[in-house]
């Protein structure tokens, strides 16, 4: 299958400050990136939907202002955590797609801790 | 998405084969069954899907019941390395429909 790397795989900030999370596609072109989020013990939860050149589609109660989401390129799509604050720790994921086909690869994740 | 609803954990001995139900009472027609899986701290991994037949690969079986109603996923010799939270996923196989909602899955325990 397609292979999707996320950096990096685990990251450790302090309160307020903002962390990137880098999502690639490393042997095709992702049309689709799908970014979600999951919490200790629980399922992964889709956080918002991106397509290349477009602005991302956010889930319900999902604040846009402070998960921005970049997906400028066919290879590549970010997920910037704005002002983080200790309930931001979760393990985050992403996959993606590509145009014409209807699958979805996923990324290893990335464990945010916010201390 | 059709619900589905599975057992929260099973276990298996190393070597025999885990057989994981899933219940998909409300499926319709255009959707189909996907598997994935988890292990621990590490994204999804595909394994198999299918509409109406039983599927093979080279991971796993998928058994969908005449109705499709029911699926089962077979590992056919569990190792330990298959430890992990396994989700039944059904969905529309089609333009726009790319998305996947994650129920609480099953977790399998290969016991040596």
């Known amino acids: 299958g397609a292979v999707v790397s996320q950096h990096p795989s685990w990251v450790i900030c302090k309160s307020g400050t903002s962390v990137k999370i880098e999502c690639r596609s490393l042997d095709f072109q992702a049309t689709t990136m799908f970014w979600y989020r999951q919490f200790p013990k629980q399922s992964l939860m889709l956080m918002a939907t991106?397509?290349?050149?477009?602005?991302?589609?956010?889930e319900q109660g999902v604040e846009k202002d402070k998960f921005l989401i970049n997906h400028a390129s066919l290879t590549l799509s970010t997920l910037t955590v704005t002002s983080a604050h200790p309930e931001d720790s979760s393990f985050y994921i992403c996959?993606?797609?590509?145009?014409?086909?209807?699958?979805?690869?996923f990324g290893q994740g990335t464990r945010l801790t916010v201390v | 998405d059709a619900k589905t609803t599975q057992p929260p954990s099973m276990d298996c001995a190393e070597g025999r084969a885990a057989n994981l139900p899933c219940n998909h009472s409300?499926?319709?027609?255009?959707?189909?069954v996907y598997w994935y899986r988890q292990i621990h701290s590490q994204g999804p991994q595909y394994i198999i899907h299918g509409l109406k037949n039983n599927e093979t690969n080279e991971m796993a079986s998928l058994i969908i019941t005449e109705d499709r109603k029911s699926s089962t996923l077979i590992l056919p010799h569990a190792t330990l390395r298959d430890t992990a939270v396994y989700y039944c996923i059904v969905r529309e196989r089609g333009a726009g429909s790319y998305q996947l909602t994650f129920g609480k899955g099953t977790k399998l325990s290969v016991i040596p």
């Open positions: 996959s993606a797609r590509e145009d014409g086909n209807t699958e979805a690869f």
């Open positions: 409300t499926i319709s027609g255009n959707e189909y």
């Open positions: 991106s397509n290349e050149g477009s602005k991302a589609t956010y």
